[in-house]
Nanobody, 122 residues
Framework: QVQLVESGGGSVQAGGSLRLSCVTSGYIWSMYCMGWFRQVPGKERERVATIDTDYSRNYADSVKGRFTISQDNDKRTLYLQMNSLKLEDTAMYYC????????????????WGQGTQVTVSS
């Protein structure tokens, strides 16, 4: 059974930091095609940071220079270090993976965690 379990969310003041973790199990681990997304009620889900098929790390413009995506292959865990948090970073954060490990066309995210809430206040 595929499981992606996020943790590390919470409430923080603007300018603060949080580190999200996503522990995975139940599928063949891949070192790419994994990432973090976020969603605010009433808005579309937004890609935050991903590790793509060429192992590159790609970030939404709104988080570049503040967020860092990383992984621990031994622990099958994906991380998102979030620094200099802003009010607009408030959202539910989800980790996701491509269970097929990607293709020549890129990654298709087809497995999702339950999400962890991040709330940034002034």
């Amino acid at each position: 059974q595929v499981q992606l379990v996020e943790s590390g969310g919470g409430s923080v003041q603007a300018g603060g930091s949080l580190r999200l973790s996503c522990v995975t199990s139940g599928y063949i681990w891949s070192m790419y095609c994994m990432g973090w997304f976020r969603q605010v009620p009433g808005k579309e889900r937004e890609r935050v940071a991903t590790i793509d098929t060429d192992y590159s790390r790609n970030y939404a413009d709104s988080v570049k220079g503040r967020f860092t995506i990383s992984q621990d292959n031994d622990k099958r865990t994906l991380y998102l270090q979030m620094n200099s948090l802003k009010l607009e970073d408030t959202a539910m954060y989800y980790c996701a993976v491509d269970l097929t490990g990607g293709s020549a066309y890129g990654c298709e995210y087809n497995a999702w965690g339950q999400g962890t809430q991040v709330t940034v206040s002034s």
